[in-house]
């Protein structure tokens, strides 16, 4: 039996990855692995782990807080624009992060990013965009104005 003291939480599994090559990774994508270890206050050769996986579940967590009300959430498969839209939305919260503890600034082109990802989710709770390959929650059944009596609608 695993030390509950010593025992190292998994990774969070998000939408996007910490790094690849895809355009769903925060790095190189967005930034530099070596940004990424600074934002994160890690080491010359290690990323703060912890830190990148909750801006990760952050930008998750908004991304299914505006598309719940189009689509199933979380996404299973995920579409490849909501890893776009995650790794854009992490990488901002690890800006801001760090500019929340220095006084400093978001950099105007992640603060753009994040603005065009909140417009754009926007955009899908109110049903004017759409993800391509995302799957829509089955139709809920609708009052129609009656009732069936036998194998008879009656209206009222």
């Avoid at 919260?93 to 992640?110: A, C, H, Q, W």
């Avoid at 603060?111 to 995302?134: P, T, Y």
Wanted: hydrophobic residues 35%; glycine residues 8%.
């Amino acid at each position: 039996m695993a030390d509950p003291e010593t025992e190292v939480a998994p990774a969070y599994s998000g939408y996007c990855t910490q790094e690849g090559s895809a355009d769903g990774d925060i790095a190189p994508a967005r930034i530099s692995l070596e940004q990424l270890r600074q934002l994160t206050g890690g080491s010359e050769t290690i990323v703060g782990q912890s830190i990148v996986d909750k801006a990760i579940e952050w930008a998750d967590d908004l991304i299914n807080s505006y598309c719940g009300k189009q689509y199933t959430v979380p996404f299973s498969p995920i579409p490849s624009k909501v890893k776009t839209l995650s790794a854009d939305l992490a990488t901002f919260k690890l800006f801001e992060r760090i500019s929340m503890n220095t006084g400093g600034e978001v950099p105007d082109v992640y603060r753009k990013l994040f603005d065009n990802s909140i417009s754009f989710l926007r955009d899908i709770a109110a049903g004017k965009a759409v993800i391509d390959g995302a799957v829509k929650p089955p139709a809920s059944p609708t009052n129609t104005g009656g009732y069936f009596h036998g194998n008879e609608k009656i209206k009222w």
